[in-house]
């Protein structure tokens, strides 16, 4: 580790696994249960050496699959501790039945889901597909674009996920091999005052409450209260909203680096504007800021927050410009629909009155690498697109061999 | 501890009336002994899997479990209690909980032999300190009367019917109860309804046991079976007599026999069901001679095991 200087915290270089073990130790959970996969295993190891090292109070069962991995951790979210685990792909696929039932119990489990692409065919590499096909499973989702933001949104995870106006579990995402396996320089908060950030987890019920046993999972019956569930389900991901924004201007408060639900970069003058979230990020505002030194007026947008989805605050960020382009690292396979970002943006730009053009390009799966010059292709038919007031083509593919 | 009916009855009923299993159902009695071996200043955590137990008991919003009680899907109600019981194991390190808990699992075969295999064996393997039962009534009895792994040839069910061109379940069951026990644990028993002295003092043995518990118990089920509900004790004892559930318990790898029987012809306990009514006619009967062949061969390995012979 290389050592820095400012005052409360600690320069380091790590890999973007080792910065999320890092914020597992300074979080010190009650109870990890975790399965390795490729590229999240890391995690996993690094994090069982933290054990063994005595380093933190954790009981970290080593489940047989990730299945048992969920299943384990809402069996130990129900008994009043705070839990973590993590994934990637074919365990997140693996896991998906119990992904709905840890939101429906409104269970705060934190799980970092290491990007990479769903088989078939199998590749380890970065793409959102996995995250994407569990957006509707009523978990928070927070992308991150380095190692530090994977480091900064799992800090902040814990105090979303608990706060009693949301308990929902959330998953905070980071690119498969492109963060996770990457060195990147992070800043490391104090341990004492990552501790007293995410403060005791004091859940209202718990299996292990001797004076007032709980009944958890009940049957709903032929003519229950599911619907009223879900709509109770639903309030508590609107009430997020507040509480993602309260967190992270928190978060900015002990760290410098305050968190919202997206980022801009010259959105208050540009006339179009590329939307994109994860890693992409650095090499998009790159290019952006190297095309608004030369006059360009273009502007970016780098989603954190996907689930809520921002829809308001989007549109309003997007609303005066003439054209949009939405990165999407995944597809939906809804028939020529676009990327899930794409679809959802669309939608949420319906009810303006005046409302930008949009086209979508699908990049990156499984892994495929987003260079420069694909970035500057889209770039210049944005600009066409903003010009000419006309979408060719809604749908593009780029870097894909044709 | 005393296995005293006159004791027993003054035990804690964590199961209360008002649930809505089946008038004769043999998996609330497998519930209520088993939990009649809990020791006394204990605080218990049930878990289910999915299954008849668990969606006659949980209706919301109200609750037969006179104790905490989880449920959270079908495959994984060992899973799901290792993590309930690995919480308690840190929580109460951490000085966070005072009371001595006990965690235990009433799952149907279908939850344990079949989809949920997977679950029990890695919670067997990592050593938790809970016990697992399955109340077997030999098929998915919830989803109704389906085959399962613990299904015995021959049988009808909906996914084994008897027609033109099948007799049945072709397929032998598998031997859940050695599965178990093949993974180490400090204590396994095969138990009865119809032998509740022997029962409760196989619970309070896994009760005590410092590690992983199975008992996996014959539990009948007379919608499945087809016989008079009054009759579900006097099922699971002819099966016990029949040597095609024969009772026994592996302690610290130590096989035992747990019950002396008179070994008679499981012809007399086939005939009392309609699952196996088929079978007497004329054209079925190598199978009912395969599985007077299987059960003698299964009791002597047992009985080989058990250092019987």
Redesign the interface.
């Known amino acids: 580790m290389i050592t820095g200087s400012k005052a409360g915290t600690k320069t380091v270089a790590l890999i973007g696994t080792d910065a999320i073990a890092e914020a597992m130790r300074q979080i010190n959970p009650d109870v990890v249960a975790a399965y390795p996969i490729t590229p999240q295993t890391a995690i996993v190891e690094t994090y069982s050496q933290m054990v063994a090292d005595g380093l933190v109070k954790t009981n970290m069962i080593a489940v047989e699959s990730e299945h048992s991995a969920m299943s384990a951790a809402i069996g130990a979210a129900a008994s009043g501790a705070r839990v973590m685990t993590a994934t990637s792909a074919q365990g997140l696929g693996l896991m998906w039945e119990m992904l709905y039932i840890a939101s429906g119990l409104r269970l705060p489990i934190i799980m970092p889901n290491v990007n990479r692409a769903l088989s078939a065919p199998i590749n380890i590499h970065c793409d959102h597909g996995d995250s994407m096909g569990a957006r509707d499973s009523g978990w928070i989702q927070l992308f991150s674009e380095n190692a530090q933001e994977s480091y900064d949104n799992t800090i902040q995870a814990i105090r979303i996920a608990e706060n009693p106006a949301v308990l929902l579990p959330v998953m905070v995402l980071l690119d498969g091999f492109i963060i996770s396996h990457s060195i990147d320089r992070v800043e490391l908060l104090d341990d004492e005052v990552v501790s007293h950030f995410v403060g005791e987890f004091k859940p209202a019920y718990s299996l292990l409450n001797a004076r007032n046993p709980v009944s958890v999972g009940n049957f709903d019956g032929l003519y229950g209260y599911y619907f009223e569930f879900k709509r109770q389900q639903e309030e508590a991901l609107l009430n997020s909203f507040r509480v993602i924004n309260e967190v992270g201007e928190e978060f900015g408060k002990i760290s410098g680096r305050p968190y919202r639900f997206f980022e801009t970069i010259g959105m208050e003058d540009a006339e179009f504007a590329i939307i994109v979230l994860g890693s992409a990020a650095g090499t998009v505002r790159q290019q952006v800021e190297d095309m608004r030194a030369k006059g360009i007026p273009i502007g970016m947008i780098k989603l954190r927050v996907f689930r809520p989805f921002p829809a308001r605050e989007l549109a309003e960020a997007i609303s005066r410009m003439k054209a949009v382009a939405v990165f999407d690292r995944s597809s939906t396979f809804a028939g020529n629909m676009g990327g899930p970002v794409f679809i959802e943006l669309r939608s949420a730009l319906y009810d303006l009155q005046k409302r930008p053009l949009l086209v979508n390009y699908v990049y990156g799966l499984g892994g495929r690498d987003l260079s420069v010059d694909l970035v500057n292709k889209a770039a210049a038919e944005l600009a066409e697109v903003a010009c000419s007031g006309q979408v060719k083509q809604p749908v593009n593919y780029l870097g894909l061999r044709e | 501890m005393s296995t005293k009916l006159a004791d027993l009855v003054q035990k804690p009923q964590y199961l209360s009336g008002g649930h809505r299993l089946c008038a004769g159902c043999g998996a609330s009695i497998a519930v209520r002994q088993i939990l009649m071996g809990v020791p006394d200043d204990v605080?218990l955590?049930i878990?289910n899997p999915t299954g008849c137990l668990?969606?006659s008991t949980?209706?919301?919003?109200y609750?037969a479990?006179?104790?905490?009680?989880?449920?959270?899907?079908f495959?994984?109600a060992a899973?799901?209690?290792?993590?309930?019981?690995?919480?308690?194991?840190?929580?109460k390190?951490?000085g966070?909980?005072?009371?001595d808990?006990r965690f235990v699992v009433f799952g149907g075969d279908g939850g344990t032999y079949d989809i949920g295999l997977?679950?029990l064996?890695?919670?067997l393997?990592?050593g938790h300190r809970l016990v697992y039962v399955c109340y077997n009534n030999e098929a998915y009895m919830n989803t109704g009367i389906q085959r399962s792994g613990a299904t015995i040839m021959g049988s009808w069910t909906t996914t084994s019917p008897y027609g033109r061109y099948s007799s049945g379940k072709k397929e032998n069951r598998k031997d859940m109860t050695a599965i178990a026990a093949a993974h180490n644990i400090p204590y396994v028993a095969q138990a009865s309804i119809s032998h509740w002295r022997d029962l409760v003092r196989k619970a309070q043995k896994a009760f005590a046991a410092d590690g992983p518990a199975f008992i996996n118990v014959l539990s009948p089920c007379h919608r499945g079976w087809r016989y008079p509900m009054e009759k579900t004790v006097e099922m699971a004892k002819m099966a016990v007599q029949a040597c095609i559930w024969p009772l026994y318990e592996v302690e610290n790898g130590k096989w035992n026999l747990t019950a002396k029987v008179k070994k008679q012809p499981v012809e007399g306990y086939l005939k009392t069901q309609g699952r196996f009514a088929h079978l007497f006619q004329e054209e079925n009967k190598d199978i009912l001679k395969a599985i007077q062949e299987n059960v003698d061969a299964e009791w002597e390995k047992l009985l080989n095991l058990c250092e019987q012979k």
């Open positions: 605080k955590v878990a668990e969606v949980s209706i919301y919003p609750t479990w006179n104790t905490s009680y989880i449920h959270s899907a495959e994984n899973a799901t209690l290792s993590g309930a019981e690995a919480a308690y194991q840190t929580l390190k951490q966070k909980i005072k009371e808990f997977q679950a064996s890695g919670t393997e990592r």
